[in-house]
């Protein structure tokens, strides 16, 4: 079945450094790809998100590649704050399947300051 | 601009009572959601609704119920609560089946069975 595999946290850096959390998929056919974000003690917000292959999802200087040859969708951010400390959540959504969305575990980022 | 409202956000039951978390939408959408959150296992489907009328069991349905009661409302009920229900629930909307419709979440539910 389908499923997401994200990398493990916590991940800990300093502020202004680059950030890459990896996110491989499984699925069939050519599913949409997302990255949610939660804040403590919030719901998940949508980050970012690409609906076809070479597509590049960005917001709030993150950015994630849908690269279908390596069934990636990396998130990267090339200076991160103190705020960006949360934790990320990859998820995908299948074209036509039934009405479910597959997420990862989630990687928790804390940015120390 | 509420979008996704969920009540109540915390609650403690006692092992075998009974309950329901409240949901409701205001953004015309017609499917939604209910999420469990366990710490390492991510987020999971309990129940989902695609349309008014409609639901389908997700992942983790087992001791629970759901009712769609019009288009805005979404209600997930524990008939005999048990300590393993022990966890944050998110209730969430989208407004349409397709694969690049967002999900939009609430704010969560923490519920404690003891």
């Known amino acids: 079945g389908d499923s997401v595999t994200q990398m493990e946290g916590p991940v800990t850096l300093s502020e202004e450094a680059f950030l890459t959390i990896n996110c491989t998929y499984t699925?069939?056919?050519?599913?949409?790809l997302f990255w949610y974000v939660q804040y403590p003690g919030e719901g998940l917000q949508l980050l970012l998100k690409?609906?076809?292959?070479?597509d590049k999802g960005s917001n709030k200087g993150f950015e994630a590649t849908y690269r279908k040859e390596t069934t990636s969708f990396h998130l990267e951010k090339g200076s991160v704050q103190v705020s960006d400390s949360a934790v990320y959540f990859c998820?995908?959504?299948?074209?036509?399947?039934?009405?479910?969305?597959?997420f990862g575990k989630g990687t928790r980022l804390h940015i120390l300051p | 601009n509420a979008g996704v409202t969920q009540t109540p956000k915390f609650q403690v039951l006692k092992t075998g009572q009974s309950m329901t978390l409240q949901c409701a939408q205001d953004?015309?959408?017609?499917?939604m959601y209910w999420y469990r959150q366990d710490p390492g296992m991510g987020l999971r489907l309990i129940y989902y609704?695609?349309?008014?009328?409609?639901?389908d069991k997700g992942e983790v349905p087992n001791g629970y119920n759901v009712s769609r009661l019009n288009k805005r409302e979404f209600s997930l009920r524990l008939e005999s609560a048990a300590p393993s229900q022990t966890s944050v629930y998110f209730c969430?909307?989208?407004?349409?089946?397709?694969?690049?419709?967002?999900?939009?979440f609430g704010e969560g539910s923490w519920l404690t069975v003891v």
């Open positions: 969430a909307s989208s407004d349409g089946t397709g694969a690049g419709n967002t999900i939009y």
């Open positions: 699925a069939t056919g050519y599913p949409s």
């Open positions: 690409a609906t076809k292959a070479d």
């Open positions: 998820a995908l959504r299948a074209k036509n399947r039934d009405d479910k969305i597959i």
């Open positions: 953004m015309n959408h017609n499917s």
């Open positions: 609704s695609a349309s008014e009328g409609t639901t």
